[in-house]
């Protein structure tokens, strides 16, 4: 059974998750909907996976934040990260291909750089106590900063 917390939760979280939050992944989603909508060449596509990655990892975010059931919450916790970090690559992705590289960054590059991407991210797991997310944290995340470091290298590398 999935306890919810909404009656702990601070005004100030509440508006922040929900209202902000929201507002934002909404964005992301219309944002990649209507990039789509235009058209689906391959840079409209790039760059529709960062605004989706993004959209979806704000929407999962919003619908954890009042859960209180650990292993769901760590699962979910990072998904969210993992989702917001790999939207960067969809990112460095795009650039590649703006900048004159799409002779050179072929599908198959960019399916072997998407699939490096996500196992470098996933390494992140095997990182012991790489973050902390329990009613002991009262359920807002707390990370180790050897995690922390190595998440923000992986952002700041692609």
Same mark, same amino acid.
């Given at each position: 059974?999935?306890?919810?917390?909404?009656?702990?939760?601070s005004?100030?979280?509440f508006?922040q998750v929900?209202i902000v939050q929201?507002?934002?992944g909404?964005?992301y989603?219309?944002?990649?909907?209507?990039i789509l909508?235009k058209d689906?060449?391959?840079?409209?596509?790039?760059l529709?996976?960062?605004?989706?990655?993004?959209?979806?990892?704000? !929407? *999962?975010n +919003?619908i $954890?934040?009042?859960?209180?059931v650990? %292993?769901?919450v760590r699962?979910f916790h #990072?998904t969210?990260y993992?989702l917001?970090?790999?939207?960067?690559?969809?990112?460095?992705l795009?650039i590649?291909?703006?900048s004159?590289?799409?002779?050179?960054?072929?599908?198959?590059?960019q399916? !072997? *750089?998407? +699939?490096? $991407?996500c196992?470098?991210?996933l390494f %992140?797991?095997?990182?012991p106590n790489? #973050?902390?997310?329990s009613?002991?944290?009262?359920?807002?995340?707390?990370?180790?900063p050897?995690f922390?470091y190595?998440?923000?290298?992986f952002v700041?590398?692609?």
């Amino acid at each position: 059974m999935l306890f919810l917390q909404f009656a702990q939760m601070s005004l100030t979280r509440f508006i922040q998750v929900y209202i902000v939050q929201g507002i934002y992944g909404l964005f992301y989603i219309y944002m990649a909907l209507m990039i789509l909508k235009k058209d689906r060449k391959k840079l409209n596509r790039l760059l529709s996976g960062f605004y989706l990655s993004a959209g979806i990892a704000v !929407i *999962i975010n +919003i619908i $954890y934040v009042s859960i209180t059931v650990e %292993l769901i919450v760590r699962a979910f916790h #990072f998904t969210v990260y993992f989702l917001f970090c790999f939207a960067f690559c969809f990112i460095l992705l795009f650039i590649l291909t703006l900048s004159k590289l799409a002779e050179i960054i072929t599908v198959s590059r960019q399916s !072997i *750089i998407m +699939i490096i $991407y996500c196992i470098l991210l996933l390494f %992140l797991l095997i990182i012991p106590n790489g #973050f902390e997310i329990s009613a002991g944290t009262n359920w807002v995340p707390v990370w180790n900063p050897f995690f922390y470091y190595m998440l923000q290298s992986f952002v700041f590398a692609s």
